[in-house]
């Protein structure tokens, strides 16, 4: 297939502007896009996050003191440069003072809105101003969302953007930029109402992910079953009727995993390294994370862990009634990383007190932390109550550490049910979305625990499967290409 030139606009991107899975993907989507052969160009905000981490950037040329008109008020901006980390496809960031350098990523501010139609505007303004036409503008969640509408609107009439396919993924379906109805004039898009969503807009509410998702080409979301999943009452969030009316153009492709950045061979953040072949440097890494944590340390309890936002969609309900009986009848640890919604913070700040020597939490987020727990653990949790891909089941079954996870949306995809009659599986798959259930799967895993070897075949499983980047890139490089004779 020939090589196409594809823009990419997210909030995200690893590892300057992180708070989920979103800026894995965005980062590595364009990186294997790029070194498959294709000119790629990921345009996201410039945080002062950034800048405080000390990347070094440089402004590019021609795209500086840049305008855009936004409900009669003019926004300037300028794209800043920085080269990604084994990467070949530029990132370029929208220098917006006035809108993009405050204190967190995302805010509450009534302007909230405004800063990612920014963000959108200037990613397309970029490409006119530098002559660069995409064949594909890929947005990635309710922040770029309304690229596909703008494309057949204010840029429609740039011959530029003429063979221009537009791609919408979802990976979230929960969070959609809803914004009263009265703010549609004050974003510019007074000339577009007639394109919005009738209905909600005389109900009072405009929302960006609804419009991107009416307007795009293509459609794709974060594994086969969450696609499947969006279309249904209980998890389309809403939108299930419309996703339904547009399944033709919805396609599911599972995340990949960055498989030089996640490799328990050779990664930098951990100080004892392992292969299947040579399995010693896990039991290395279990003691050393339970060493920096302040657990005491055993070969004969596992470890079970937690990185995650501590969030009602991550389950953690289910540990709460489900770990305190564990943690009293069992010799095992419980290490967590994570920060959230004020119980869950409470609920392992209090099995830190009740349990001082099995339990450590720490919240916050901490990269390198991260690496150690999926590194030294031997059961990572994810009692998930929905879960577009997630990235840490993956994470876990490459490091030889047992994932524990519900049978819904990419955990569905790419964790299998451990069967002892043949020794085939990579974890402990539970059906229904209740503590009993939860439970069973957990006490299952203590019972394989038990027989090492066949916890040492299970471990193994994991190990031997192939979730890297390089074998998705294919099917979003497909996807892309089909929508060339698509005609609006």
Request: proline fraction near 4%; charged fraction near 25%.
């Amino acid at each position: 297939m020939a090589p196409l030139r594809i823009l990419q606009i997210s909030a995200e991107c690893t590892p300057f502007a992180k708070t989920g899975g979103l800026a894995d993907v965005s980062a590595a989507l364009s990186r294997y896009l790029a070194a498959a052969g294709h000119d790629v160009r990921l345009v996201v905000p410039l945080y002062k996050r950034v800048k405080e981490r000390g990347t070094e950037l440089r402004p590019v040329a021609g795209l500086q003191d840049l305008k855009v008109e936004l409900g009669g008020r003019t926004q300037w901006f300028s794209i800043w440069e920085a080269a990604a980390p084994r990467s070949s496809a530029p990132v370029w960031f929208v220098r917006a003072p006035q809108y993009f350098e405050r204190e967190g990523l995302y805010t509450q501010d009534a302007d909230e809105g405004q800063r990612f139609l920014l963000l959108t505007h200037a990613a397309l303004l970029a490409c006119q101003h530098s002559n660069w036409a995409p064949h594909i503008v890929h947005a990635h969640d309710w922040h770029a969302a309304l690229a596909p509408l703008l494309l057949r609107t204010h840029y429609a009439w740039d011959r530029l953007f003429q063979a221009t396919r537009s791609v919408l993924s979802i990976h979230n379906l929960a969070y959609q930029g809803v914004y009263p109805a009265s703010m549609v004039d004050e974003l510019g898009l007074a000339n577009e109402r007639h394109l919005l969503h009738q209905d909600h807009l005389k109900q009072g509410r405009f929302s960006y992910l609804e419009t991107g998702i009416l307007w795009a080409d293509g459609l794709s979301t974060v594994s086969e079953t969450y696609a499947r999943e969006i279309q249904t009452e209980e998890h389309g969030v809403g939108l299930q009727g419309l996703l339904r009316t547009r399944s033709e153009r919805l396609k599911g492709i599972v995340n990949g995993i960055d498989a030089d950045e996640w490799d328990p061979a050779s990664d930098p953040r951990i100080p004892h390294h392992y292969s299947a072949k040579k399995l010693a440097g896990k039991a290395k890494m279990k003691a050393a994370l339970l060493e920096r944590v302040k657990l005491p340390g055993t070969k004969s309890a596992p470890v079970f862990g937690i990185v995650s936002r501590l969030t009602a969609q991550k389950g953690f309900e289910l540990v709460h009634d489900a770990f305190s009986v564990f943690l009293r009848r069992e010799d095992m640890r419980l290490v967590v990383l994570g920060s959230g919604e004020k119980r869950y913070e409470d609920f392992f700040a209090w099995l830190v007190q009740t349990f001082p020597d099995k339990v450590a939490y720490l919240q916050s987020y901490d990269e390198e932390l991260s690496h150690w727990i999926e590194a030294g653990s031997d059961v990572f949790l994810m009692p998930s109550r929905y879960e577009p891909c997630g990235l840490n089941q993956m994470y876990s079954q490459r490091y030889g550490t047992v994932p524990v996870v519900r049978r819904t949306g990419g955990l569905a995809d790419t964790v299998v049910n451990w069967d002892p009659a043949t020794q085939s599986g990579t974890g402990f798959v539970f059906e229904r979305f209740d503590a009993q259930s939860f439970y069973q799967a957990v006490e299952r895993s203590f019972g394989v625990w038990r027989d090492q070897s066949a916890w040492k075949q299970l471990m193994l499983n994991g190990m031997g499967v192939d979730y890297s980047w390089e074998r998705r890139i294919g099917q979003y490089v497909e996807l892309y290409h089909s929508l060339a004779s698509v005609r609006r």
